[in-house]
């Protein structure tokens, strides 16, 4: 991409050692497009959506707008009910975002029965679910910049 995508990385830091994993995944991934990205931390997966929409109409520190985002973290299910609510609301409010606004969104937030599942899919050794979010925000970007091209031809 010649005019790589300004990027806005939320992560939950509910798991900071999964975050810390899944951000250099989509930091590796943002940078070799040739992108830029700024990163906002947020206590947990249900406050993802809310960043988003705060940094949809913001600009970042280098006062360009922010081409797409991605939303990194984890939820692992416990005895109740309270992994259901998250994942899904969690997961709702960021395409319901993305459909509404036109937002190109990566949603890397892991949905795992146990802390072992989140490593492997957090490591960039192993499943690399950071970098896949990282390259649906990217490869949307694109697709919304191309779209956008072709309308004003």
């Not at 991605?70 to 899904?88: K, W």
């Not at 802390?115 to 979010?133: F, L």
Request: glycine share 10%; aromatic share 6%.
């Amino acid at each position: 991409m010649a005019n790589g995508p300004h990027i806005l990385i939320v992560e939950a830091r509910f798991y900071e050692d999964i975050a810390d994993e899944l951000f250099e995944g989509a930091r590796a991934v943002i940078e070799a497009a040739g992108g830029t990205f700024e990163r906002v931390q947020v206590p947990g997966v249900f406050e993802i959506p809310a960043a988003v929409a705060m940094g949809r109409k913001k600009r970042g520190k280098s006062q360009r707008a922010f081409d797409g985002f991605v939303a990194l973290g984890c939820v692992i299910r416990g005895e109740t009910s309270h992994y259901d609510v998250v994942a899904n609301e969690s997961a709702r409010g960021l395409t319901d975002l993305s459909v509404k606004h036109e937002l190109a969104v990566g949603n890397g937030i892991l949905t795992v029965d146990t802390k072992a599942q989140a490593d492997v899919r957090a490591s960039r050794y192993g499943r690399d679910k950071g970098g896949d979010a990282a390259r649906a925000c990217v490869a949307m970007v694109e697709l919304k910049r191309k779209l956008n091209s072709s309308k004003s031809k």
